[in-house]
């Protein structure tokens, strides 16, 4: 039996699927569990390819599911007001096109109910591991912390991050939620305490997964460069046709 955890998706299906593979070839889809961190659709290139790799691991009996993210939760609130009739035209520009994506890739039912599900479920286990989105508060432990922080809870400017006072109380917990240049390990006592497996794929990073028995990372690079001014190319505008979207504006 082998857990395994993969940070931030941010829509980033071609990379998502890239990782299972790596890690399906590394340890077998025998007794294997994935959990992922939250923030699965929001920012990247391909939020329907996402959902669609999730349905296909259930069809194939993986045991696979996330905890909510603070995007998830913003995506679940912009659909639901998309489904009450509320025009898609007045949502932030982040959810608008996650959701026009989805739409026009006939997933936003599959998104609407994998979100349903996953924004219920605050934590998760991992083995010997708890996995939630963003952290606790170390002085009150994960039965204490609010599930908003444990969705949300990110340092200011000047502060340090919460796994700074963390003294290992409930175990090895592994969150997402901070992109960092290399995964975090904090170890005490010669175990792990705090991993986050946040390598910013959707920002052009990587995106990484943790094998809690091995106490291991496999990471693949993002596909494409950091969202910039886009390129545009005479090339590209005389080939491009607009698309209606499929959504009521
Ligand atoms: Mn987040």
Redesign the pocket.
Known sequence: MKNVVIG?IHGCAAEFEGLLDRVIDRVGSSGLRVRLV??LLTKGPDPAGVVRTITRCRELDLDLHAVC???DLRLYAAMARVRRGLPAARLPRVERETIERLADDDAFEAAWSLLTETVDRITTTAGSATVM??GIRPGLGISGTSPHDLVHLKARDGESPWWDDYEGTDGLLVV??KPMGEPLRIVRDGRPIVVNVDTGCAAGGRLTAYIVEDDAFVSVEARRAPRATPAITIEAIAVSTPRPSRLAV
């Open positions: 931030d939250g923030d993210g603070n995007h989105h963003a997402g939620h």
